[in-house]
C-alpha cells in the first residue's frame, strides 16, 4: 500500500468538503473510538461477523486514526515502527512467545 497516495486522497476528499474546520485532535481522537466501538459491535453477539460490515468499520477506523497523525505531524509508519521496537523491548521472544502475559509479569 502507498501510504501517501492513501493520505492525498483523504486530505482531498477531506477539503473538498471543508472538513478541515472538524477535524481537531480531539474530535478525530473521538471519532477513532466511535468507529472502533462500531468495530466490535461486528463481533458483539457471534466470534464471525459479515466481512462486509468488519471492512467497513475497519477502514474508518485506520482512516481516522491516519487523520489524527496527519492533524498532528506524526508520521504514520515512523510512530508504528518506534511503537514495534518498543513493544519488542518489553516482549522479549524468550520470555513473550506463546505468552500473553503482561510484561511486567513476564
Not at 477539503?15 to 472502533?36: C, G, M, Y
Request: include cysteine.
Amino acid at each position: 500500500m502507498d501510504d501517501e497516495s492513501v493520505l492525498d486522497q483523504l486530505r482531498t476528499f477531506v477539503a473538498e468538503r471543508d472538513w478541515e474546520q472538524f477535524h481537531t485532535p480531539e474530535n478525530l481522537a473521538k471519532s477513532i473510538v466511535i468507529e472502533a466501538a462500531e468495530l466490535l459491535e461486528c463481533f458483539q453477539w457471534h466470534d464471525v461477523s459479515n466481512m462486509a460490515d468488519v471492512q467497513s468499520e475497519l477502514a474508518d477506523v485506520m482512516t481516522y486514526c491516519l487523520l489524527l497523525a496527519d492533524r498532528l505531524g506524526l508520521d504514520p509508519r515512523h510512530i508504528i515502527f518506534e511503537k514495534l521496537e518498543t513493544t519488542r523491548q518489553k516482549y522479549p521472544l524468550e520470555k513473550a512467545r506463546g505468552r500473553s502475559t503482561k510484561y511486567d509479569r513476564l
